[in-house]
């Protein structure tokens, strides 16, 4: 090794001690004859597009103080990495420079993975995979064929969200605000043919479930969860449609009000639609048809907007009320979606805002069969005249043998008498829909099925996993509403295996949420072969002690990935049923109070920052910034500030004279009872996920080994004050590796500091001899004294009392009163 610079130089220490670890892989797990209890500490995995920013510089120094407390702690600690390779943002980039997507990710992942390992993260580099490894999407497809299996994967042809930018279909999480969550353009409708996964078939256990992460995972992202599932109860209604064999079945919250409907509404993109205007008479067609050109031009948000006016076109056709024999006239219009509920609504408009508008629009009946009050008992105002809907709990009015039962008890009675009658009866339904889960991209898993002419939809027998992609060379891989694959043919064509006729292959691609739903299971044993991932270390392992990444996975990715850890359950290859036992969601990095951009011109690049301030500031800076889960503005904070106190810091350990092994109970009491108070306090704040207090402590103890050090009375060849060091040492290895490493060499010990082991505290020292009192004069606070903790109120009294602070403050004023609240307060009434 070079000799160790005579002052703190980031730089040269960096390159002193990276190749040590490489050597001496201190963060290797699982290994054959490690009986150390074990913790999984997981950080969502990063997208190969570029190099790392000042995100990751967040998320990942926030996982490794997490994972080195552990390893310091006697775990054996598993804290892997790996790259989300496949997907959008890898591929438009290369499509961007005209380069090949396989060799832009790998480059991307070999420079994020240089960068990684300049960060000093903890990760175990045997255990590390990418998404776009034939090694790893032929598990993506196995998987997929065991859900064809069980039918929990199938394709069929609905309206899907569009991006017409990305020319992709998306999925229903995947559109936000009506946007491409991807590339923020406007997303439309259009009818294709597309594979799903029911993941609406756990919708009740995801829900369920969710009492096991109650405290464990943030509150807003539970219900973030429970909304987007959107379990709602109510009943089934089924509406005869005149001319139409088949009844139409309508789902609603409220069939107490179901003799205040006065009209009926489909879905203008829905099948059902078309139908009916394929019965009327040519005007109706044709104002349906200029009417679904516009529907389909605009967003559902926009569709759903309270505030955008209420279009429609009769449909010249009734639906027969099942409760009365009413004929309501049946409309299509925008504000009901196809692929929510039935795609049709009974509209009942007295208590019903978005129905109200439109019958307020359309000249339609409003009839109130609902008597909600107000607060002092009084009517509300007609909804046909005041155009406010009355959406409140009542008594039914005009509603047959309902009237004068309140809603619950009505709810109750109307279902079950639709299910006596063949008319419906009570219902669940949800907001969720089923995953879809194709892509018309190049750059993601294909799809191990092959369409043949005769058999129809064929599994790809596992024996010839994986169908890999072909060469991207000579494709053109710009979006253009098709498949990129669908052009390779000599790839496209195939035999079938069953039959052995010519077939084609599927052309689309898996949805890149497909991959990382259960990337963290293959982590256990990422060379296996054989398997996914081999089930006794599932055992061991799962589920992840403490996953650690942004909010913005709330629901895509969290929610997909307690599904597929759900339906492994239940093919018995996991024990868990939840994946991730402990989450934390770190804050976004901000640039001047606006998100990190290239257009704005305030993106900060990691890689410059770790020149010029050396990498244990920047770790130090974004663990100190403030809690876990709040932003920060990087304006806002001081690498510089950080650089200074790790020189603080790492001059303590070349200052201090005593030997390795010193006896630290023959040294200074009180240095002793600092340390001990730090340890114990840290260990708290970090299972508490509070790191920044941590360095805070940590900050206090080297300002007190500072002032032990330069007093004559104890001086740095006190053992107390070795050991201060060699626990700040410890302390400084969670979140500034480099310089701990370094002072815990100038201290006399081996590498690697990472392994050193917790230090252990003495209880004892944890004891107050002393406190501090407060003494108030006239209200005010005039002196705080140090008095033993069991001191008597007339000891008390007497100190305070011949205090100058609080004579001055009496000056010749009469003393009517003292307060003694032994051994904290006292208070001086003159």
């Not at 703190?8 to 209890?37: C, K, M, N, Q, Y």
Request: overall charge negative; charged content about 25%; some cysteine.
């Amino acid at each position: 090794m070079e000799d160790r610079p005579a002052r703190w130089d980031p730089h040269a220490i960096e390159r002193r001690w990276l190749p040590v670890w490489d050597e001496a892989t201190p963060f290797a797990s699982g290994l054959p004859g490690d009986e150390r209890p074990r913790k999984y500490v997981l950080d969502m995995f990063p997208y190969p597009s570029g190099d790392l920013h000042m995100g990751h510089a967040e998320a990942y120094a926030l996982g490794d103080v997490i994972a080195r407390y552990w390893l310091q702690r006697g775990y054996d600690v598993m804290h892997p990495i790996g790259w989300d390779a496949f997907g959008l943002p890898a591929e438009n980039a290369a499509i961007k420079r005209g380069a090949d997507p396989v060799r832009w990710t790998y480059d991307n992942i070999e420079q994020q993975k240089a960068s990684m390992r300049r960060y000093a993260c903890a990760f175990d580099w045997d255990r590390v995979l990418a998404t776009c490894d034939p090694s790893y999407y032929r598990w993506n497809q196995w998987l997929f064929l065991r859900l064809h299996e069980q039918g929990l994967a199938y394709r069929r042809p609905s309206q899907v969200n569009w991006c017409p930018n990305d020319q992709t279909v998306l999925a229903n999480e995947q559109v936000v605000q009506g946007r491409c969550e991807r590339c923020g353009a406007a997303v439309t409708k259009r009818k294709l043919t597309q594979w799903y996964l029911r993941i609406t078939d756990y919708a009740d256990r995801l829900l369920a479930d969710m009492d096991q992460l109650q405290g464990q995972w943030p509150d807003k992202v539970l219900a973030m969860q429970r909304n987007w599932i959107g379990r709602s109860t109510g009943a089934d209604v089924r509406f005869v449609l005149e001319g139409r064999d088949e009844p139409v079945t309508i789902y609603t919250t409220r069939p107490d009000t179901l003799y205040g409907a006065t009209f009926f509404v489909v879905a203008a993109d829905s099948d059902l639609a078309a139908e009916l205007a394929a019965q009327a008479d040519e005007d109706t067609r044709q104002a349906f048809e200029t009417y679904l050109a516009e529907v389909r031009s605009t967003t559902e948000i926009e569709r759903l907007s309270t505030d955008r006016p209420k279009t429609g076109v009769f449909l010249q056709t009734h639906a027969v009320n099942p409760v009365n024999g009413e004929r309501l006239p049946v409309w299509a219009a925008d504000y009901v979606l196809a692929d929510y509920g039935h795609g049709a609504i009974m509209a009942v408009p007295a208590h019903d805002q978005r129905d109200l508008d439109f019958a307020r629009a359309h000249d339609l009946p409003v009839r109130v069969v609902v008597d909600v009050r107000d607060a002092d008992g009084e009517p509300l105002p007609d909804p046909a005249r005041s155009g406010e809907a009355t959406t409140g709990d009542g008594v039914l009015v005009h509603s047959g043998d309902l009237d004068g039962l309140r809603k619950a008890e009505a709810i109750e009675r109307v279902s079950a008498r639709l299910a006596e009658d063949g008319l419906g009866g009570p219902t669940t339904t949800y907001r969720l829909r089923d995953w879809l889960i194709s892509r018309q991209r190049f750059w993601g898993t294909p799809f191990p099925i092959v369409h043949c002419p005769t058999c129809g939809e064929v599994r790809v027998p596992d024996d010839q996993l994986p169908v890999e992609l072909p060469s991207s060379e000579g494709l053109d891989l710009s979006p253009k509403g098709r498949s990129p694959l669908a052009a390779a043919t000599d790839w496209v064509r195939t035999e079938c295996p069953s039959c052995g006729g010519p077939a084609e292959r599927d052309t689309d691609t898996m949805d890149t949420f497909v991959d990382s739903s259960w990337y963290f299971l293959r982590f256990l044993s990422p060379q296996l072969d054989t398997a996914p991932f081999d089930r006794e270390q599932a055992d061991r392992w799962m589920p992840v002690e403490q996953y650690v990444g942004g909010v913005t996975h709330a629901i895509l990715h969290l929610l997909y990935a307690r599904f597929f850890t759900k339906v492994l359950h239940d093919m018995d290859m996991v024990g868990p049923v939840e994946p991730f036992a402990r989450l934390l969601n770190q804050g976004m990095v901000q640039m001047d109070g606006s998100a990190m951009s290239k257009s704005r011109g305030n993106l900060v690049r990691l890689g410059e920052q770790l020149d010029e301030h050396g990498v244990d500031a920047i770790r130090l800076t974004m663990v100190f910034a403030g809690p876990p889960e709040d932003d920060i503005d990087w304006a806002d904070l001081s690498p510089t500030g950080s650089a200074k106190f790790l020189a603080r810091a790492w001059r303590l350990a070349q200052d201090v004279t005593s030997a390795p092994g010193a006896d630290a109970a023959t040294g200074s009491v009180d240095v002793r009872r600092a340390t001990h108070r730090t340890v114990h306090e840290a260990g708290q704040l970090v299972e508490a996920l509070k790191f920044n207090v941590v360095v805070a402590r940590t900050m206090e103890l080297v300002n007190a080994l500072r002032k032990a050090v330069d007093d004559p009375a104890v001086g740095p060849a006190d053992p107390a004050v070795r050991e201060g060091v060699e626990a700040v040492a410890v302390l400084l290895s969670l979140v500034a590796p480099y310089t701990a490493e370094d002072m815990w060499a100038a201290l006399g010990h081996s590498p690697c500091v990472a392994r050193a082991g917790w230090p252990t505290v003495d209880d004892s020292l944890l004891v107050e001899d002393s406190v501090t009192a407060v003494v108030q004069v006239r209200g005010k606070v005039r002196d705080r004294l140090d008095v033993p903790k069991d001191i008597s109120a007339d000891d008390l009294e007497r100190l305070a009392l011949a205090s100058e602070r609080v004579q001055a403050s009496i000056g010749g004023a009469e003393v009517r009163k003292v307060v003694v609240r032994a051994p904290s307060l006292v208070n001086v009434v003159v």
